[in-house]
């Protein structure tokens, strides 16, 4: 099994960046394809960025896409999400998941999440 940690969230004006990183400890990470998801008040979980285990395939949602870069680390068992010009649409709790096998834009077919951390972007 993987334990996921997220962190590097926080507060950012509009048109700013954040990184977030994600620490994974457990067994074989290397297997495993990570995602990154969001939810914003009042709305569902949304697919964010996948990258499969061994970082050469990344996908992105529509509204992220050429703005937010998703990497990973095997060796430091991290995953990241740059994010750049950043607007107050990319507000919500950002979580960092694992799953066995191919990566999957569908949350629910992911087996492990962390706790979330909280990304504000202001006007």
């Known amino acids: 099994q993987v334990q996921l940690v997220e962190s590097g969230g926080g507060l950012v004006q509009a048109g700013g960046s954040l990184r977030l990183s994600c620490a994974a400890s457990?067994?074989?990470?290397?297997?495993?394809?990570m995602g990154w998801f969001r939810q914003a008040p009042g709305k569902g979980r949304e697919f964010v960025a996948t990258?499969?285990?061994?970082?050469?395939?990344?996908n992105y949602g529509n509204s992220v896409k050429g703005r937010f870069t998703i990497s990973r680390d095997n060796a430091k068992n991290a995953v990241y999400l740059q994010m750049n010009i950043m607007n107050p649409e990319d507000t919500g709790v950002y979580y960092c998941?694992?799953?066995?096998?191919?990566?999957?834009?569908?949350?629910?077919?992911?087996?492990?999440w962390g706790q979330g951390t909280q990304v504000t972007v202001s006007s």
């Open positions: 998941a694992a799953k066995e096998g191919t990566s999957s834009f569908r949350a629910t077919l992911y087996d492990y």
């Open positions: 457990g067994r074989t990470f290397a297997d495993y394809a």
């Open positions: 990258i499969n285990w061994s970082g050469r395939s990344t």
